[in-house]
């Protein structure tokens, strides 16, 4: 296992990237929506990552009251980054989950529970058998109320977890780059494609 992988590029180390988006030419595979489009005004966004971003993608386009759901790499320092300028840990990004949901129907205390019972957030820099920076969970939040909100459903999960210490990142959104087409809805397309997500068996407490 590369060093670099488990370790944190700065802005000087980092990969350069390149000034051209690479963007998939595609509309979602399961609800048609434009994935380039921007959210429709009364939606509201969320970016999270809880290791392989194609099983986290599933898990949220299945809820009812999300709009739309892609997978792209964010919370980096390389412009434009390729899967494989990820994968090799020198552009600082997490796999992550774009969720555009509508706050009347889902709720984002029922998106943080998702999020919190379905990875394992003690990890640091892997999730499961996966191993990389770009595994590590991490919540990017729109809002200052999002922040405070994810804030407090982490304090809320730390005190069902007891000692075992929570690595989660809980940050501002930065530059979203949307991933290359085959990722984009892949358990959708590949129906039997690898799934890395699983919880550690504790429940999300009520607030």
Request: charged share 15%.
């Amino acid at each position: 296992m590369s060093v670099s992988k488990l370790t944190m590029p700065t802005a000087e180390t980092a990969l350069p990237g390149r000034d051209n988006p690479i963007l998939p030419s595609c509309h979602h595979a399961v609800n048609g929506t434009d994935l380039l489009a921007p959210p429709p005004a009364s939606m509201e966004t969320l970016i999270v990552g809880m290791g392989c971003f194609w099983g986290a993608e599933r898990l949220f386009w299945k809820q009812a009251g999300v709009y739309s759901t892609s997978v792209g790499y964010s919370a980096g320092f390389t412009p434009n980054p390729t899967y494989q300028e990820v994968c090799s840990g020198q552009t600082g990004h997490a796999e992550v989950v774009r969720v555009i949901y509508d706050p009347t129907i889902i709720s984002l205390d029922r998106l943080l529970r998702l999020f919190w019972e379905n990875h394992n957030p003690t990890q640091g820099f892997k999730q499961g058998n996966d191993v990389g920076s770009q595994y590590r969970s991490i919540i990017l939040t729109h809002s200052l109320e999002q922040y405070q909100i994810a804030q407090s459903s982490m304090e809320r999960y730390q005190h069902a977890l007891g000692h075992t210490s929570i690595t989660t990142q809980i940050q501002p959104a930065q530059e979203y780059y949307l991933a290359e087409e085959y990722h984009q809805q892949y358990l959708a397309k590949n129906p039997n494609g690898y799934c890395g997500l699983g919880g550690i068996g504790i429940c999300f407490p009520p607030n």
